[in-house]
């Protein structure tokens, strides 16, 4: 009686007899022979090839000219000057020369760029309140502990904006000069707003809703970063509705970047303006340079970007060079099976054999 309970119980786990349970279902299985599997590797290395040549070609189209500043010619006695914390707010001034050999036509792009800035580091990354980033007023008075201990000041007033990545803000500002044959000097024209991403400026930063205060009103009570020169709602004099939150360089910083080296857009050539409307001419150039963001803590440096952009982007070598050292790859290893397959399996021979 017992055997036969078990042997009913068996028959009850059971799969159904289906085609899907009982793994009946038609199935195609390839057959992997020298003759078809060698083709498919050599066409491979040939289309990783081709695409690696063809995005080489694509990024040398692109110009780019770097300009390290952070302590060359005049720019060394800021660099000195930013050494002492008690002195960091002290406004300080230089001015960088460049020449450039040809003319720049089209989009010209104005970068700054920091090398061995680590903005990818976990902790640093969290270091913020998205609440207070998305207006929410309660977050101005009560900054996330998130941000300690850049949620406080001395005098346990809340920061605004609050955490390590507005903190280290990078604040230092450029005015472009183009100096004409005659002696003459023209200012560049430069687009310093909407170069943020859409998401970013009109949904992720906002500024708190008031009916009738000022951003001043709003923010009062609160206190500017440590290493800032001006309160968040002071950060374009010009422009009004370039202030708090939705400053679009404090947008454009709080988009951490993955690499200890890196550059994060400035400007854009306004070009329509002459003698700018075709790009930048060839000529001597000078950068006037308001010296704030301090390097020596992190053994890093500091420079002025120019580049133009393609369908692929910037000048970036990284993605032609990894598809040819993967066309090579392939290639190498369809040589080998192929050397392998005349010696030992041409003849319909095995290795079993």
């Not at 023209?186 to 205060?213: A, C, H, M, Q």
């Not at 890093?300 to 993605?319: A, C, D, P």
């Not at 005349?342 to 003849?347: A, D, E, I, M, R």
Request: glycine share 6%; proline share 6%.
């Amino acid at each position: 009686m017992a055997m036969l309970q078990r042997g009913l119980k068996t028959l009850a786990r059971r799969p159904d007899n289906s085609a899907f349970k009982q793994q009946r279902l038609p199935a195609w299985t390839p057959s992997l022979t020298a003759h078809t599997v060698l083709p498919i590797f050599f066409c491979l290395s040939l289309v990783c090839m081709l695409l690696g040549v063809w995005l080489l070609i694509t990024v040398q189209q692109t110009y780019q000219l770097k300009m390290d500043y952070t302590d060359t010619n005049s720019c060394s006695k800021c660099f000195d000057l930013r050494k002492n914390s008690s002195k960091a707010q002290e406004i300080c001034h230089c001015t960088v020369s460049l020449t450039i050999p040809e003319d720049v036509m089209g989009d010209v792009f104005f970068y700054y760029g920091l090398i061995n800035f680590h903005q990818n580091l976990r902790r640093y990354m969290t270091s913020r309140d998205i609440a207070q980033t998305l207006g929410r007023k309660r977050s101005l008075k009560s900054p996330s502990s998130y941000c300690a201990p850049f949620n406080y000041d001395e005098n346990k007033v809340p920061i605004a904006p609050c955490g390590a990545v507005a903190n280290s803000m990078f604040n230092d500002s450029f005015t472009v000069n183009y100096h004409l044959r005659d002696g003459s000097t023209v200012p560049v024209p430069l687009y310093r707003k909407g170069i943020t991403w859409y998401t970013d400026k009109n949904v992720k930063f906002r500024n708190p809703k008031s009916s009738n205060e000022t951003l001043a009103q709003i923010f009062n009570g609160t206190s500017r970063p440590l290493f800032w020169q001006k309160p968040v709602y002071e950060l374009d004099p010009s422009d009004p509705n370039n202030n708090g939150f939705i400053n679009d360089d404090l947008i454009v910083w709080m988009r951490e970047a993955a690499f200890p080296n890196f550059k994060k857009l400035y400007g854009i050539l306004n070009r329509s303006e002459r003698p700018f409307t075709s790009g930048l001419p060839a000529g001597n150039y000078s950068i006037d340079i308001t010296y704030n963001f301090p390097v020596q803590y992190f053994r890093g440096r500091k420079e002025v970007v120019i580049s133009t952009v393609t369908w692929f982007g910037g000048q970036n070598h990284f993605l032609p060079i990894a598809y040819l050292v993967t066309a090579g790859l392939i290639f190498v290893t369809a040589a080998a099976l192929t050397a392998v397959y005349l010696k030992v399996g041409k003849n319909g021979k095995n290795m079993e054999e």
